[in-house]
């Protein structure tokens, strides 16, 4: 943003410190980043920058660890497992979280702050707290160490995240269209595809990327109730940190971080659909 004609001296100077200030924090979040991704590409099995890759000399660097990451089995297995737990809990939690959502904007539902805070709490107490609840209520049901078990706890884990983001679209949602589909004969089942769905989309979806990321990411949860056949992919970085360190994690962190800015760019995508169905010019 340009400073105006009219800023005094002080507030020029202070214009420039924020900036200078806004690329020492953007700097600290996003420097371990700068040191993952090219040590991902070591072709020593070390977690250091080589003096082949200081000098930029194309035998220090390799595709060794990506190869390692496609080619073995126990990280297959449990980038699969990621994936069937992630989108399962996530169209679990999507489904769920928007029917919590339409309820809760409706006017008439009683106790509607006591519901909201029921249904976000999983992201207000420790999750450390939810995964001990969860092992325990699981075991007497004989859900732990089942793919069942993981799925409705990482569903539990990403509600709050599909109520939040559709309800706070429907916040803005223009009642009245309802009101004319009704008078013009439609069904609350035919009003709601084809009038209240098509303008929430950009909430719904918004929100189950943010459940699918955070079932993507979970570790305390899985820690607690699955098995061995239940691995998911940070459990086993983490099991890879505890008990052999290989750069494979590096390639994996790699590639998570491009799929969390793949991610990132889809919800960006989506926030600018919706402000322009709501009629706000994005900026």
């Not at 590409?41 to 977690?47: D, I, L, T, V």
């Not at 450390?128 to 049901?141: D, G, Q």
């Not at 793919?147 to 706070?168: D, M, N, Q, S, W």
């Amino acid at each position: 943003m340009a400073i105006p004609s009219y800023a005094t001296r002080g507030e020029r100077i202070w214009h420039y410190v924020f900036l200078g200030i806004c690329a020492l924090i953007f700097l600290f979040l996003v420097g371990p980043l700068l040191i993952i991704i090219p040590l991902s590409f070591n072709a020593q099995p070390y977690f250091t920058f080589s003096q082949e890759m200081l000098t930029l000399d194309p035998a220090g660097y390799s595709l060794r660890w990506y190869e390692d990451f496609f080619t073995s089995r126990a990280w297959l297995h449990a980038i699969k497992n990621s994936f069937i737990i992630g989108i399962a809990s996530t169209i679990l939690a999507t489904v769920l979280g928007t029917i919590a959502a339409l309820g809760l904007s409706s006017r008439h539902m009683p106790a509607r702050g006591a519901i909201m805070a029921l249904l976000i709490s999983p992201m207000i107490v420790p999750l450390i707290i939810s995964a001990a609840a969860m092992f325990f209520f699981f075991s007497k049901i004989n859900l732990a160490q089942t793919y069942l078990g993981v799925i409705l706890a990482h569903t539990a884990l990403g509600i709050p995240f599909v109520v939040i983001t559709v309800t706070a679209t429907l916040s803005s949602f223009d009642t009245t269209l309802i009101r004319a589909a009704h008078s013009l004969g439609a069904n609350p089942t035919r009003t709601f595809f084809k009038v209240v769905l098509p303008l929430v989309t950009p909430g719904v979806v918004s929100g189950a990327l943010f459940a699918f990321i955070t079932s993507f990411d979970e570790v305390v949860v899985v820690l607690f109730i699955s098995g061995p056949a239940q691995t998911t992919m940070p459990i086993q970085m983490w099991s890879g940190i505890r008990e052999q360190i290989s750069p494979t994690i590096l390639a994996v962190a790699t590639l998570l971080v491009l799929l969390s800015m793949l991610l990132l760019t889809t919800l960006e995508l989506l926030r600018r659909r919706s402000e322009r169905l709501r009629g706000v010019t994005p900026e």
